[in-house]
């Protein structure tokens, strides 16, 4: 599942939106991380609904425009939560990852090529010296 797709599933969780109303929500739901386009939006729309993990709700004219408002399906609920799932079960294991390396005294690698320090201070033409 694409990132684009999980926001707008997510989006959908607690009640139908319009595609605005889902643009909103998820620049809300990801801190402004994720801002999607337009575009990009209806075509994640289209494919939700070819899977059948969104369906149409209602469409409404409001001010003169027509606003097609989207809401999870049973299907999209269980392929959203089996996604959050995974990704809980992976940030699970990078935590744990982390946390045995620290116990073991693991350092990062360092940024610059391998075996050499790691670089001080940017030089001419943008590179480190």
């Not at 926001?7 to 991380?33: K, M, N």
């Not at 289209?46 to 999870?72: F, K, N, P, S």
Request: net charge negative.
């Amino acid at each position: 599942m694409t990132r684009a797709a999980f926001f707008v599933l997510t989006a959908l969780a607690d009640q139908p939106r319009h595609g605005y109303g889902i643009l909103q929500e998820i620049e809300e739901l990801s801190d402004g991380e994720v801002q999607l386009r337009v575009g990009t939006l209806y075509g994640v729309l289209d494919r939700l609904t070819e899977d059948a993990l969104i369906v149409l709700d209602r469409e409404e004219i409001q001010q003169g425009r027509l606003r097609r408002y989207y809401r999870l399906t049973d299907d999209g609920v269980a392929a959203l939560d089996a996604e959050a799932e995974r990704m809980a079960a992976g940030a699970g294991a990078a935590k744990r990852r982390i946390a045995e390396g620290r116990r073991a005294g693991a350092r990062p690698a360092a940024a610059g090529p391998a075996g050499l320090e790691p670089p001080t201070a940017p030089g001419l033409a943008g590179g480190y010296a």
